[in-house]
């Protein structure tokens, strides 16, 4: 008998039949199933002749877990960690090694969804709940959100809600403080010029006569710790708000920028625990008034109460949010950085106000140390104050001082020609102070540091000026001061896990998310210290591997999607959008051309009318027909209307609605044929990759959710990477960065975010999953979403309308079951059977997104048959429940579907009086009885919450009780 070679015994494909739920006998089953002959018989009839791809996808052959770890590796290599004190809003910090092993490397935490199901989420509820009392506390302000993508997005977005508020205002101009990290200042100039506003880049002492509104820094970019009630007054005396970006441990000493007057603060928490990634991802917040909650950006979380009046938490007013007000949301803000912003919160409970003082004081006591030391060198100072960054001015110095630094492997801020500043942070020690000064001296400082530190500690620190250190208190809730052991902290985050559900329990069908696999071998480097560890504004030669990583993942998505470049800036798929609308518009400029409509399908999801408007480009709605497609003949009318004023059409592809729209060509030639631009929304790319290439079948730029198709996870709401890929001629309109130059780019198109390449650290997930799927793999894996959905829809169909399908009755990689009917017959409604889902253990599939009513399930390709056919006969259970609902034999108001979820407080009271049993209740189905997530709450009254907002954390008796 032949035996197998050794080539075949080493299985380099071995990846592909782990990241793909059904094996070879499970597949043939579902094609039997669904009357088809093979997977290709399928795709065949299912995706568009005219669009299909021929060739195979120009990536190498799949390789082994270990050999792409070593691939990686290699690369990483490439990259220089050196002691880095450029700061300039990021800086070395440690991730507590409880958090870092249970929060950040645990799928428990990180395959989470955003919380829209809360009564399954109250876990990370919690741990946002807890970030926001963190945030609101050292910014003294009254509220705080969930996160924002990043500080420069932050501002910008900052800059638009003082817009909106003070409406008398007619002024359209924002003042930016000219000490403000530069990186902050390109996107809030890219913003404001889509916008129509005027950014003045000044001296805050003197704000112009006319404004209506202004960011300040503080401390400021180059360390200036100033007091700014005065600059304040002076806004708020010519009707315009101030915000105040800020560095959250510099605010453990100084006083808040809410003491001050300030209207909003945004800053970012990476250095509470979370690695400079060079650039990312970190969580950016943003803080205010509560007089503006309803025109704050992004998600907030308050407390409400559940159908028994407990104390539970949920996203709050929902209403404001771009996937409900569209073109007239306040942001298109949606995808944001949960995991971070949970890890920063968790660093403040395990340190505590206390340990947070410490850090705070030994940053300091650095800082002060080197002014000191650097004076007695003969050097003077820029400022005269600061918390943790001294800049020096060195005159002709520059850069001898920072090369002999850099010759000892630390970097320093060049600061314009004849400065140099130096930010010390929580990793920092006396011995790095030492070298620095070296470096300046040019030879051995001869000082006596620890003389320096004892003279300074009997002084008090040197650098805040008496009144603005800090008086008021911080962090004086009980969960900030509960968990600081290892045992208690690590308790409690397996406390809050266990509420969630996330991939470690069951699939997550949500329609429009692709839930798949987030494989552990695709994320171990993203904690590697060669990719955590390295400044996103470090010297290129020390970021050589990042190049090598960014330049090889480009290759591979523009092979996936058949465009020409990729710009690997956008940290979400709404900034995607944003940076491709732009590079349209930018396109049309250079062409002397003035388009604004943006045609979007009524189908579309929220951010993309949301970012429309925020390239000042007016939204024309497009109707779809009863088949879910774009209605051709709307189109055809809106571009005979609108003719050669239309920028671009903006469409998801396959469609929102689940299925390959026959007439995607027709579509894209017709907005071609008037000279506009087709943006293809790449969120369902889980559809088309190796299958067709939006790139050649008529699009001109797409977005890509790296956390959907490309398996970053989506961390119960962010990270998130959301490239661009465009075609040939909008080349040289991708974003560009002010510190970091981006090969091919020019600082004329704008910065997007706030790093050069977005969120650079999770993109090893991306490049890990392509590079062990290779060309064969993810194709299949696209083939298999597409078979896993069909049988999904199929079997579906015994019970529930699948509402569209394509032309020979296929869908896409999703289904869209239709809920309307039962709830004519029965009352049941799509929320009932979401909540019920809960009691088997499942999380419900996308709720009346796009069509209200409806449940919208994408199974993805990394389920198995088994799992797959667990959530079918739930949905048969749930199906034969309403029909004793029709039938009368359950009461309208009492009924598993009605009551669901259930608690173990419920099945376990002793009291039960339902008209239907406890097992019912809770364990109905059998595999429940080896393993079950009980949602930790009843269903939860959002009314209540949004009319008593409460956004800060309860005491600790009240989640005891
Ligand atoms: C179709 C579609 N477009 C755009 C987005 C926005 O992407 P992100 O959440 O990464 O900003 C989503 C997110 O769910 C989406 O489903």
């Not at 396959?654 to 017709?670: K, R």
């Amino acid at each position: 008998m032949t035996q197998s070679t050794l080539n075949q015994l080493e299985q380099q494909d071995e990846f592909i039949g782990r990241h793909i739920g059904p094996d070879a006998e499970q597949t043939q089953a579902m094609l039997d199933t669904l009357g088809v002959s093979s997977v290709e018989d399928l795709i065949a009839k299912t995706v568009p002749a005219g669009i299909r791809k021929q060739d195979a996808l120009d990536l190498k052959d799949a390789i082994s877990e270990q050999d792409a770890l070593a691939e990686l590796r290699g690369i990483a290599q490439r990259n220089k960690i050196y002691r880095t004190f450029i700061g300039m809003g990021y800086h070395d910090t440690f991730t507590p090694n409880v958090i870092l092993r249970n929060v950040l490397e645990n799928p428990g935490w990180y395959t989470a969804y955003t919380p829209y199901q809360p009564e399954i989420a109250q876990g990370r509820l919690e741990g946002l709940l807890n970030f926001q009392q963190m945030v609101t506390d050292l910014t003294g302000m009254e509220l705080a959100n969930a996160s924002m993508l990043d500080e420069g997005t932050a501002a910008a977005e900052a800059m638009t809600l003082c817009k909106r508020q003070v409406k008398r205002n007619k002024s359209n101009v924002f003042f930016v403080d000219e000490d403000c990290h530069p990186q902050t200042i390109a996107v809030v100039k890219t913003r404001a010029e889509h916008f129509g506003f005027e950014i003045v880049v000044g001296n805050p002492e003197s704000l112009p006569e006319e404004l209506f509104g202004a960011l300040l820094q503080y401390p400021a970019s180059t360390g200036k710790v100033r007091d700014l009630t005065d600059i304040i007054a002076d806004a708020h005396g010519k009707n315009a708000l101030v915000t105040v970006a800020t560095d959250l441990m510099s605010l453990v000493a100084l006083k808040a920028p809410g003491e001050m007057g300030a209207d909003v603060v945004v800053g970012c928490n990476q250095r509470f625990g979370i690695p400079m990634g060079f650039g990312g991802p970190h969580a950016g917040f943003f803080a205010f008034r509560e007089a503006y909650k309803r025109s704050a950006p992004g998600r907030i979380i308050g407390v409400s109460i559940d159908t028994k009046g407990k104390q539970a938490l949920r996203m709050a007013m929902q209403t404001r949010e771009q996937h409900i007000r569209r073109e007239k949301a306040n942001s298109n803000i949606c995808t944001s950085q949960v995991l971070l912003a949970v890890m920063s919160a968790f660093y403040a409970c395990y340190h505590g106000p206390k340990g947070l003082r410490n850090i705070a004081s030994r940053i300091q006591r650095l800082a002060d140390i080197f002014a000191r030391g650097v004076q007695e060198s003969g050097f003077e100072l820029a400022h005269d104050s600061w918390f943790d960054t001294v800049t020096v001015n060195v005159g002709d110095q520059q850069s001898a001082i920072y090369e002999r630094a850099l010759a000892a492997e630390i970097n320093l801020r060049k600061v314009g020609e004849d400065k140099l500043g130096v930010s010390f942070h929580e990793t920092a020690k006396l011995h790095d102070v030492s070298d620095i000064l070296d470096a300046f001296k040019g030879a051995s400082h001869g000082l006596d540091l620890q003389m320096l530190d004892t003279e300074i500690a009997a002084k008090g620190p040197m650098g805040i000026p008496h009144a603005l250190q800090r008086t008021s208190d911080f962090l004086t809730h009980p969960v900030f001061n509960s968990y600081h052991s290892e045992t208690e902290m690590l308790r409690y985050l397996k406390r809050l896990e266990s509420r969630d559900i996330a991939l470690n329990h069951s699939m997550i069908p949500l329609g429009s998310c692709t839930m798949k696999l987030n494989a552990t071998a695709e994320m171990i480097p993203v904690t590697w210290p060669e990719f955590g560890r390295l400044h996103p504004f470090a010297p290129a030669g020390q970021t050589e591997g990042y190049q090598a990583l960014f330049e090889s993942l480009q290759q591979m998505l523009e092979a996936c999607t058949g465009y020409d470049a990729v710009s690997l800036q956008p940290n979400a798929g709404s900034q995607g959008e944003y940076a491709g609308l732009v590079a349209i518009k930018k396109y049309f400029e250079s062409r002397g051309e003035q388009r604004n409509i943006c045609l979007i399908p009524a189908s579309a999801h929220g951010t993309n009318p949301a970012s429309a408007m925020m390239v000042g480009m007016k939204v024309v709605v497009t109707a779809c027909d009863n088949m879910g497609n774009v209605d051709i003949d709307d189109l055809k009318a809106k571009v005979a209307e609108h003719g050669e004023n239309i920028a671009a059409l903006m469409v998801t592809y396959p469609s929102t609605h689940g299925v390959f729209e026959e007439g995607i060509t027709e579509i894209c030639d017709l907005i071609h044929s008037v000279g506009g631009q087709v943006y293809i929304d790449g969120a369902n790319m889980n559809a088309l990759v190796g299958v067709a290439a939006p790139g050649k079948f008529g699009g001109d730029v797409s977005h890509l959710n790296l956390h959907k198709t490309f398996c970053i996870p989506h961390g119960g709401g962010g990270p998130g990477m959301g490239p661009i890929g465009v075609g040939e001629h909008l080349k040289p309109f991708l974003p560009a960065h002010p510190v970091t130059p981006v090969p091919g780019t020019d600082m004329a198109n704008g910065t997007i975010s706030a790093a050069g390449w977005g969120s650079a650290s999770i993109l090893p997930i991306s490049w890990m999953y392509i590079r062990m799927m290779g060309k064969t793999g993810m194709k299949q894996a696209t083939e298999m979403a597409m078979v896993n959905a069909n049988y999904v829809a199929k079997k579906l169909s015994e019970h529930y309308k699948v509402l569209y399908t394509g032309k020979n009755g296929f869908v896409a990689h999703e289904c869209l079951i239709d809920l309307r009917p039962l709830k004519e017959t029965s009352g049941v409604t799509e929320e009932d059977i979401a909540k019920r889902l809960m009691d088997f253990g499942f999380h419900s599939p996308t709720m009346s997104f796009p069509v209200a009513g409806t449940l919208m399930i994408e199974p993805t390709e990394s389920e198995s048959k088994e799992e797959l056919d667990r959530f079918i006969e739930t949905m048969a259970i749930i199906r034969n429940e309403i029909a004793e609902v029709e039938a009368g034999n359950y009461p309208a108001e009492d009924n598993p579907l009605h009551n669901a979820p259930h608690t173990l407080d419920d099945v376990m009271s002793d009291e039960w009086s339902h008209a239907y049993s406890r097992d019912v209740a809770g364990r109905p189905a059998s595999w429940l009885k080896h393993h079950k997530v009980w949602p930790s709450v009843n269903r939860i009254d959002n009314v209540y919450g949004d009319r008593n907002l409460i956004c800060s954390c309860p005491s600790i008796e009240e989640y005891m009780e």
